[in-house]
């Protein structure tokens, strides 16, 4: 199954410097191994709009559409688009934090609360350890039927991917690492029909974090593939 990456530097509502300064670490990350379309930072407020569009088409050639961010928010952009075309899917949500708190406007913490609401979704987690009720690292139970991957990078440990907004200790004896991300996408039985990897502040990275995201990206271009 062939990938096409978007890359969309927006960070719409960050606290700190913000998963926008992401364009040369993913760059770095990709090696130029991947077929990437890179949207301009500078796009501003429209970004995300430019986003849907660009993974609509993704999807309209038969192409397994991954976005790199930038925030959170962004996930609703492109699974509205995946939903709009294919129906319902289970979204596999990887991340320190829930993400799903009551808000009017959509925004990184609240992405899930409203795409829940309006997208015909379901949300199967792992990894969740802030201001809820921890989850393992990994699915508790296997997902049938098509899937969409959102990874927030801090769903790793702190030690492995650091430069991210609001890093949170992995718990005794649930650390997240690549080994339970793979196993968490091998709890997947369907096809994986899109996917996120946001948060990362990859600017900010140094080589060994650099490299272990583009591990992270190959096992879901490999998971993909299968």
Do not use: K
Not at 51 to 56: K, P, Y
């Amino acid at each position: 199954m062939t990938v096409r990456f978007h890359l969309a530097p927006y960070d719409a509502a960050a606290r700190t410097g913000g998963p926008a300064q992401c364009q040369s670490g993913w760059r770095s990350a990709l090696a130029g191994e991947f077929e990437c379309e890179t949207l301009a930072r500078e796009h501003g407020p429209i970004l995300p709009m430019l986003l849907a569009r660009d993974v609509g088409r993704s999807l309209d050639a038969r192409v397994v559409p991954i976005t790199l961010g930038g925030d959170h928010s962004l996930s609703y952009f492109a699974l509205r688009e995946v939903t709009s075309r294919l129906g319902p899917v289970t979204v596999v949500h990887l991340d320190a934090h829930h993400d799903a708190y009551p808000a009017a406007v959509l925004n990184h913490y609240s992405v899930f609360s409203i795409a829940s609401r309006h997208l015909p979704i379901r949300i199967a987690a792992a990894g969740y350890r802030h201001d809820c009720e921890p989850l393992p690292p990994v699915l508790l139970q296997r997902v049938s039927g098509p899937a969409y991957v959102s990874l927030d990078v801090d769903y790793f440990s702190p030690a492995l991917v650091a430069c991210v907004g609001d890093p949170i200790p992995v718990l005794p004896d649930r650390d997240c690492t690549l080994a339970t991300f793979e196993q968490t996408l091998s709890m997947i039985d369907g096809p994986i029909v899109g996917a996120d990897i946001v948060e990362w502040i990859g600017d900010d990275s140094g080589r060994q974090e650099i490299e272990f995201m583009s591990r992270v990206v190959r096992a879901l271009v490999q998971r993909i593939g299968t």
